[in-house]
């Protein structure tokens, strides 16, 4: 999977930081990053919320997600050099100083960057990717590219180095599984088009439920 760094400009508002977390959602689920949201989305909103806070409302300011290795990094651009995000040792009664504990908390590695006329305030999460390009391992996804390995003979199971097929050899190999299974099904006295309809609609039921998790986690 192709994670291309993407960046967009906006106005530090308050009423912007809603907009800016359904689009950084967004852009992940593509991404297949979809465990990772939650942490992104609040990450996110400190970096944001310490633009709107300290350098002030109406900041013209910039969020730029990317890949750095295995890792997703969300940066915050400001044209403020001198207002610097700080890690206050924030208690529970504190009214201040939370947001960059919570992002000390969750993210990997958080820092600033400095220029002459703008800083950049960043953080990076773990994914739970083995490679920028890859993608998270699921059980689903897992038994699927153990069949495919099988499929590929032993030889291909014990060859030294990576073992993931490529992907247009992976899709050939994965739509030739699909054929075979549904001759399996009809030598057996299956209905064929039962078992893709319900397959389907397993299929989106996961989907779904993957979804309905997400909205809820986002919407806490």
């Not at 915050?76 to 100083?97: F, I, K, Q, W, Y």
Request: with cysteine.
């Amino acid at each position: 999977m192709t994670r291309k760094p993407w960046d967009l400009d906006f106005t530090a508002e308050p009423t912007e930081v809603a907009a800016l977390r359904r689009i950084l959602r967004l852009h992940l689920g593509i991404w297949g990053l979809q465990d990772v949201v939650d942490d992104a989305q609040l990450c996110m909103s400190e970096l944001v919320s310490n633009v709107i806070t300290h350098v002030g409302p109406g900041t013209p300011a910039t969020l730029a997600v990317s890949m750095n290795g295995v890792r997703l990094r969300i940066e915050v651009h400001d044209p403020d050099a001198r207002a610097l995000p700080t890690l206050l040792d924030a208690n529970a009664e504190s009214e201040s100083g939370r947001g960059m504990a919570l992002v000390d908390a969750v993210a990997a590695h958080w820092g600033v960057q400095l220029g002459l006329d703008r800083k950049v305030a960043w953080c990076e999460l773990a994914t739970g990717l083995e490679s920028p390009d890859g993608h998270v391992e699921g059980p689903g996804v897992r038994r699927a590219e153990a069949l495919l390995r099988f499929r590929a003979g032993e030889k291909a199971l014990h060859r030294p180095g990576p073992t993931r097929l490529g992907r247009v050899v992976a899709e050939d190999s994965v739509i030739t599984a699909i054929t075979d299974f549904l001759h399996w099904l009809r030598a057996h006295g299956c209905d064929v088009d039962e078992a893709l309809d319900r397959a389907q609609n397993h299929y989106e039921a996961e989907l779904r439920t993957a979804a309905a998790t997400e909205s809820r986690g986002s919407s806490a």
